[in-house]
């Protein structure tokens, strides 16, 4: 698709903004090295309003699936023409539950590789969707994410109890943070939040205006981070 029809696709699309966004972890599965199918989906997703988190291309089940707990997603979308798709999506699902993460939906698509069979058996081993070629004609790009929304919308999103979050909880976590950044914290929460702070821990605030190096610092400072302490030190980042 040409640059100029996914400006075109982008345009016709309208974000929903009454509702909280919605977030997605997009990816090209593992060993693959077709970006070019994602990339589009990703575009089409940000035009409908909703917060991708996009992992590019040669992607493990568990970088998916650790992405999605630590930024608190409902959809994961994955393009996957290399082979070995039923067992990585399978693999998704399970690490899913694995990690009480059954609710986020997973979606995928991998034109003619994978055949009808196997769509229906990921779909009843609990993918939300596998797009066929035959989806495509019918649906169009837009109708295809269209619906990726619909669904997640549907099934709303799931009940936070951010009183059992730890540190070594990345669901937990990411539930406590959507839950400031939309308000949903009553102000004896916050406060009872804040009371329980370790204010000995060092934070910095890393800002700048675009190509100024701060991805490149943050990541040379989590490094020195992380050899200094033998790759014990916990370090969050929040980008903004």
Do not use: W
């Not at 590019?56 to 290399?82: F, K, M, T």
């Not at 035959?134 to 709303?156: E, F």
């Amino acid at each position: 698709m040409s640059e100029a029809k996914v400006r075109s696709v982008e345009s016709s699309t309208e974000p929903t903004t009454k509702l909280p966004p919605l977030r997605f972890v997009t990816a090209a599965s593992l060993f693959d090295g077709h970006d070019a199918s994602i990339n589009i989906m990703r575009r089409i997703l940000q035009s409908l309003g909703v917060e991708v988190i996009h992992l590019a291309h040669n992607r493990s089940v568990a970088e998916v699936v650790q992405a999605a707990l630590q930024e608190d997603v409902q959809g994961i979308a994955i393009s996957s023409y290399q082979g070995g798709h039923v067992e990585y999506f399978k693999y998704i699902v399970d690490m899913l539950k694995q990690n009480d993460a059954g609710h986020i939906k997973v979606f995928g698509g991998g034109g003619g590789v994978i055949v009808p069979e196997e769509i229906q058996e990921l779909h009843d081993y609990g993918v939300s969707k596998i797009y066929s070629p035959q989806d495509g004609m019918t649906m169009g790009l837009v109708g295809m994410i269209q619906d990726m929304v619909d669904q997640c919308r549907a099934a709303g999103f799931p009940n936070r109890d951010i009183s059992k979050a730890t540190e070594d909880d990345y669901l937990g976590l990411s539930n406590m943070i959507t839950a400031i950044e939309r308000g949903e914290m009553g102000s004896a929460d916050l406060a009872a939040l804040k009371l329980g702070t370790d204010r000995s821990t060092p934070v910095l605030g890393i800002t700048g205006t675009g190509g100024a190096g701060k991805s490149s610092l943050t990541d040379e400072i989590i490094r020195r981070f992380r050899m200094d302490s033998g790759d014990t030190a916990k370090v969050a980042v929040l980008a903004i």
